[in-house]
């Protein structure tokens, strides 16, 4: 029997709004000082892209106040594709023929310099679902080594207990980002055939576990084309004004991911075109003015050019998704999903610059490794 989504999540109640054709009322809601759930839901709908010149505007504007015309820069590296899981979306599913790889600490060092040659400071590392080949022993040894490198380390891997997040914080490690994927639970579990992600409440509780863990950063979102996209963002929206709220210490920051070509060949049930995530990137902006937005690699360039600074803080750059593509230009066939941007940093900066924008490498000093502690978070 399918649970239900906990009250501080389920949209059910500003679903409606997401289908509204009043354009009064969509105006109105763009304009807002003070949105909620029901603007959002509002300039979710179908009809607002009718305002979307509007969006942009206000949009830009509350980017401009809340983060200057800065763009934060991170890039990512896979330590390994091993995974046990039967994701329909991913190119590294347990019955794909990817060829698998994993780094030992010599390569990972040979990555770790080649991306210290980049001057970045931010940086994620990822791996597939738990597997013996990458479990939290060799992840947390990888996060200590690679803070000898990069200020500010950050993962996305598989979920884990309140413990082995704090394990985490103490080799160093800053925050952890962890996609829900859909928080539509019939479609989790369709795309999810088999594996521990197949455990919907597992991984939706995770982030309260990294953030009670000590890590100070939380990244979330939902992967834009497996379910309706409307109900993703309403939930989307309502998980991070929950974490906000009950450890209001944290950093929560939003990335806005979509289905893109991978070994499988999966095609997306739900479609989301540039426009559609323009228009949800910039409802976001305006109902969640101070939080960092994320828009990676996964974007061409023509998308990533027009979204930096009207929305978006924060870009990946210079991104391999293949295990050690860094430094030894592993082949495609251990990439995840394929990117879409492939520039390199300084042709990316100088598309900021040309926009008036400032890169910015680094926001963040080993200094303040310490793990937070969120022991009397209201939860």
């Known amino acids: 029997m399918t649970k239900e989504l906990p009250p501080w999540l389920d949209p059910a109640a500003w ?28 300039m979710l709908s179908p009809a607002a892209g009718e305002f979307l010149e509007l969006m942009a505007q206000r949009a830009q504007a509350i980017t401009r106040r809340h983060f200057g015309r800065t763009i934060s820069l991170f ?13 329909l979306y991913c190119g590294i599913a347990a019955d794909r023929r990817a060829k698998r790889a994993v780094l030992d600490e010599a390569q990972l060092r040979h990555e770790m310099e080649a ?5 970045l400071e931010e940086l994620v590392l990822l ?17 200590a080594i690679a803070g000898e490198y990069i200020h500010n380390v950050n993962v996305e891997v598989f979920p884990m207990a309140e413990e082995e997040y704090r394990s985490l914080a103490d080799a160093g490690c800053t925050g952890v980002t962890l996609y829900q994927e ?51 963002l309403l ?12 450890y209001w210490q944290a950093g929560v920051s939003i990335s806005f991911p979509r289905i893109q070509p991978q070994l499988g060949g999966f095609q997306a049930d739900h479609p989301v075109d540039e426009r559609m995530l323009a228009q949800y990137v910039f409802a976001l902006r305006i109902c969640l003015p101070e939080i960092p937005l994320v828009l990676s690699t996964r974007e061409p360039q023509r998308v990533r050019n027009g979204m930096a600074g009207v929305g978006i803080s924060k870009m ?55 793990p937070a502690r969120y022991q009397n978070a209201k939860v």
């Open 15 to 42: 679903m409606p709004h997401s289908e509204s054709s009043d354009k009064r009322a969509i105006q109105s809601a763009i304009l807002s000082e003070n949105p909620s759930e029901r603007e959002l839901a509002l």
């Open 75 to 87: 890039t990512p590296l896979y330590l390994s594709n091993f995974c046990n899981g039967g994701c």
């Open 115 to 119: 991306i210290q040659a980049m001057h």
């Open 127 to 143: 791996t597939g679902e738990r597997m013996p080949e990458a479990d939290l022993p060799y992840l947390r040894d990888c996060v």
């Open 182 to 232: 859909t928080y539509d639970q019939v479609a989790y579990e369709k795309m999810h055939r088999w594996g521990d992600k197949r455990d919907f409440f597992n991984r939706l509780d995770a982030p309260d576990r990294a953030l009670r863990g000590g890590l100070r950063t939380i990244g979330i979102g939902a992967l834009l084309g497996l379910s309706d996209p409307r109900f993703d």
């Open 235 to 246: 939930c989307t929206y309502r998980h991070a004004k929950y974490l906000l709220k009950n």
């Open 316 to 370: 990946s750059v210079g991104s391999k998704t293949t295990v050690g593509g860094y430094s030894d230009g592993s082949e495609e066939s251990t990439e995840q999903f394929s990117i879409s941007d492939e520039r390199n940093i300084p042709e990316f900066c100088d598309m900021l610059r040309a926009k008036g924008l400032d890169p910015v490498f680094k926001n963040w000093d080993a200094t303040y490794r310490e």
